[in-house]
């Protein structure tokens, strides 16, 4: 199985700073036949299912803010907030979706300093 | 718009069955695979296999392989997961999710989701 882990864990962050999580595959998630990363972001709020904000590692979901961001290629990834709002306050998660089993990272809490 | 309605919370006995359903509205069912994704309190989110709608094919985590039985009614727009010799450890919210298109990757990325199924294996 491909293991995601995320970091930090949990990141506390002024309104209106930036936020930055990181997730790193343990092999390349690079799918040559369409020359994308299988790679997503979703956010999770209390109590809700895990909204997706980000597809093919950089491709913004329809109707997701643009202060929401994804980059990296092969193993590593990032998902930026560029300016964090009281409503960003969620739990974040990457999901490889390169092969069977798809996983998931285990989640970066984002909390508001 | 597209919505996933989940049946409600179930409590079960170690050993039982469990059998949650899925509605799809707002999109043609037979269009999108159907996933299923578990999540245990506190714990990060596990997919556990998809379902094409169209066919009836289904595929699964090896984890759960044996344990595990995706369905559909076409006929009503629903999806089915029905989960066997439940224990202790299965407890956790139970989501459907609507990934894919038939023909392509049954590996995909999860755009719409439902609200969610508790599902209390306790004895």
């Known amino acids: 199985d491909i293991v995601m882990t995320q970091s930090p864990d949990s990141l506390a962050v002024s309104l209106g700073e930036r936020a930055t999580i990181h997730c790193k595959s343990s092999?390349?998630?690079?799918?040559?036949?369409?020359?994308?990363?299988?790679l997503a972001w979703y956010q999770q709020k209390p109590g809700q299912p895990p909204k997706l904000l980000i597809y093919?590692?950089?491709i913004r979901e329809s109707g997701v803010p643009d202060r929401f961001s994804g980059s990296g290629s092969g193993t590593d990834f990032s998902l930026t907030i560029s300016s964090l709002q009281a409503e960003d306050v969620a739990v974040y998660y990457c999901?490889?979706?390169?092969?069977?089993?798809?996983?998931f990272g285990q989640g970066t809490k984002v909390e508001i300093k | 718009q597209v919505q996933l309605v989940q049946s409600g919370a179930e409590v079960k006995k170690p050993g039982a069955s469990v059998k949650l359903s899925c509605k799809a509205s707002?999109?043609?069912?037979?269009?999108?695979?159907i996933n299923w994704v578990r999540q245990a309190t506190g714990q990060r989110l596990e997919w556990m296999g998809w379902?094409?709608?169209?066919?009836?094919?289904?595929g699964y985590a090896q984890k759960f392989q044996g344990g595990i039985t995706l369905t559909r009614n076409t006929s009503i727009r629903t999806a089915y997961m029905e989960l066997s010799s439940l224990r202790s450890d299965d407890t956790a919210v139970y989501y459907c999710?609507?990934?894919?298109?038939?023909?392509?990757?049954?590996?995909?990325?999860?755009?719409?989701w439902g609200q969610g199924a508790l599902v209390t294996v306790s004895s």
């Open positions: 379902m094409d709608p169209n066919s009836g094919d289904a």
């Open positions: 093919w590692a950089s």
């Open positions: 092999q390349s998630v690079f799918y040559s036949s369409n020359n994308k990363n299988q």
């Open positions: 999710a609507r990934g894919g298109v038939p023909g392509s990757s049954a590996w995909n990325y999860f755009d719409y």
């Open positions: 999901q490889q979706f390169y092969n069977t089993p798809q996983t």
């Open positions: 707002g999109y043609t069912f037979t269009n999108y695979y």
